[in-house]
């Protein structure tokens, strides 16, 4: 089944600086690749997300990318704000004989320092 | 609209009971997930329902099984509650199993003692 590698488990940046998570999938056939946003005590809630036939998507300071070759996808956002910090996490939506199954990576905790 | 409601938001049980978690959408979503969060490992799949009359597994579905009831609910029963069961659990739910957006309850922290 599809499996999703994120990195790092930690990310600790100033505010202002960029910041930037990488995630992996193994399913050849995954199609759909979303970016939730984890506040403390609070559900996941979708931040951005790209389509396999799309390489990059931007949303104001947060931007996606994807590479289908080398089976990876990047979350980055710049001018970081305290408000930022969270946990991140990436998913892929499996396609083939698991499609509908959305596997999300292990989470990074980004923490902005003021 | 309430989105996607979860009950109870708090449950200790002891080693042994037994207790189904329920979940319901009023979005009209086809397909719902439980997941299961614990630190350090993400969210992890334990069952899911691509469409009303379908379930299938996913990465940890062992000491736990699923009813959807029909298309606005989807419970999770655990028959033999176990201490690596303490977790939270997310119920989850989206329009379609195609690139959609998954809506999220506000989640159950179980304690298993």
């Known amino acids: 089944g599809e499996n999703v590698e994120q990195h790092p488990s930690t990310l600790s940046v100033q505010e202002g600086d960029s910041a930037v998570i990488k995630c992996t999938y193994s399913d050849s056939a995954s199609n759909y690749f979303p970016w939730y946003k984890q506040e403390l005590g609070k559900r996941p809630q979708l931040i951005i997300d790209?389509?396999?036939?799309?390489g990059e998507k931007k949303d104001q300071r947060i931007a996606v990318t994807l590479n289908k070759t080398a089976k990876h996808f990047s979350l980055h956002i710049t001018e970081t704000q305290p408000e930022d910090s969270a946990v991140y996490f990436c998913?892929?939506?499996?396609?083939?004989?698991?499609?509908?199954?959305?596997?999300f990576g292990q989470g990074t905790i980004l923490t902005v320092h003021p | 609209n309430a989105g996607v409601t979860q009950t109870p938001k708090f449950q200790v049980l002891k080693t042994g009971q037994s207790m189904t978690l329920q979940c319901a959408q009023d979005m009209n979503h086809n397909s719902m997930y439980w997941y299961r969060q614990d630190p350090g490992m993400g969210l992890r799949l334990i069952y899911y329902s691509a469409s009303e009359g379908t379930t299938d597994k996913g990465e940890v579905p062992n000491g736990y099984n699923v009813s959807r009831l029909n298309k606005r609910e989807f419970s999770l029963r655990l028959e033999s509650a176990a201490p690596s069961q303490t977790s939270v659990y997310f119920c989850a739910s989206r329009p379609t199993n195609v690139g959609t957006e998954a809506f999220f309850g506000q989640g159950t922290r179980l304690t298993v003692v």
């Open positions: 998913a892929a939506n499996a396609g083939g004989t698991s499609y509908g199954k959305l596997t």
């Open positions: 790209i389509r396999s036939n799309v």
